[in-house]
């Protein structure tokens, strides 16, 4: 055996002395796997043509590299409305909801670990059900709860019960979303907050109170940044949440605009529905507040041959006809 090699065997006999090292190795593969390759796959297709780029770029080709996706995204006519304006109600949602969750949830495990209120027990586990629950339900209960009878369907329970009609932006909208995923996420919060609050030395609390310092002083000077940490790890992953969610912010959030266009349509029931017929390009103002032009287009699907017979020239000519292109 050469010495090269002996050295080899040494090694992997040492390793195998130390498993965890194994572990990382296997871990780190998996991560590879699973996040590093879809996530640099993902980048390198967003610079190259897909299969409807012909369709939306005349001369293009599948597999072509461009900066066409980048561009509509960032500085198209379009980007407010498909990426800036999206980005920015994520952000704002994610900030009320955190603050929602961090509050309560400090305040609940502080209650729990350090006061005397009765039915500690119960509290401790009933505050971790609203995570076990989808977030949807959670926003689904809200509106059968709030639910207006102005918005059509089945009235919510202050309306049926006592004829209580809730103003808009109670039952839809940014208010509704961000409580229904603060409650949610509150779990987070008063897990991580109970269990550093219950491992933190009290006797560094009451010398500080034998020493002369006042019950905020102790606080912020000794509890809060023992609990710093466990506070950052809610904060990223309630906020994280946040921002990925879809599910409570469809439910609590879409019908805010869906209502808005359905209600200044011609012909709107009592439940705010389209009875009028609206044609292609027909002009829709007509005893409305809120005039709009209703008009459509092909949808460029593959399954349809006219479709297929050029589109894009298609599509261009009617948005014309509508005023929509110049």
């Not at 929602?100 to 500690?120: D, E, H, Y």
């Not at 109670?170 to 949610?184: K, S």
Request: glycine residues 10%; hydrophobic residues 50%.
């Amino acid at each position: 055996m050469t010495f090269f090699s002996m050295k080899i065997v040494n090694r992997i006999r040492k390793s195998l002395q130390h498993p965890e090292q194994w572990w990382g190795a296997v871990i780190l593969l998996f991560l590879v796997i699973v996040v590093v390759i879809p996530v640099v796959y993902i980048i390198i297709s967003s610079f190259v043509f897909d299969a409807s780029g012909p369709r939306m770029v005349r001369g293009a080709k599948a597999g072509q590299w461009t900066f066409f996706y980048w561009q509509r995204i960032l500085t198209s006519s379009i980007s407010k409305s498909i990426f800036f304006k999206p980005a920015l109600h994520s952000l704002l949602i994610s900030i009320g909801m955190t603050a929602i969750s961090l509050t309560t949830g400090s305040v609940m495990a502080w209650l729990v670990v350090r006061t005397n209120i009765p039915w500690k027990r119960f509290f401790s586990v009933t505050l971790i059900i609203p995570y076990i629950v989808p977030s949807w339900t959670v926003a689904l209960a809200w509106i059968m709860i709030f639910k207006s009878r102005q918005f059509g369907g089945t009235p919510g329970m202050l309306s049926y019960l006592f004829g209580i009609e809730v103003p808009e932006w109670i039952c839809y909208g940014y208010l509704p979303i961000i409580i229904t995923l603060g409650v949610h996420y509150i779990p987070y919060t008063f897990i991580l907050m109970r269990g550093t609050l219950a491992n933190i030395d009290s006797r560094l609390e009451e010398s500080a109170e034998l020493l002369g310092a006042g019950r905020l002083e102790v606080l912020r000077i000794i509890t809060f940044p023992l609990v710093l940490p466990a506070l950052g790890a809610a904060f990223i992953l309630t906020f994280s949440k946040g921002l990925g969610g879809f599910a409570a912010q469809r439910i609590a959030g879409l019908n805010r605009v869906v209502s808005s266009v359905q209600g200044s349509s011609p012909g709107s029931g009592p439940s705010g529905g389209l009875s009028g017929d609206l044609g292609n390009g027909q002009d829709s103002s007509q005893g409305a507040g809120h005039p709009f032009l209703a008009g459509r287009i092909l949808h460029p699907s593959p399954a349809s041959p006219q479709a297929n017979r050029g589109w894009a020239e298609q599509a261009v000519r009617q948005l014309q006809e509508l005023g929509v292109w110049n």
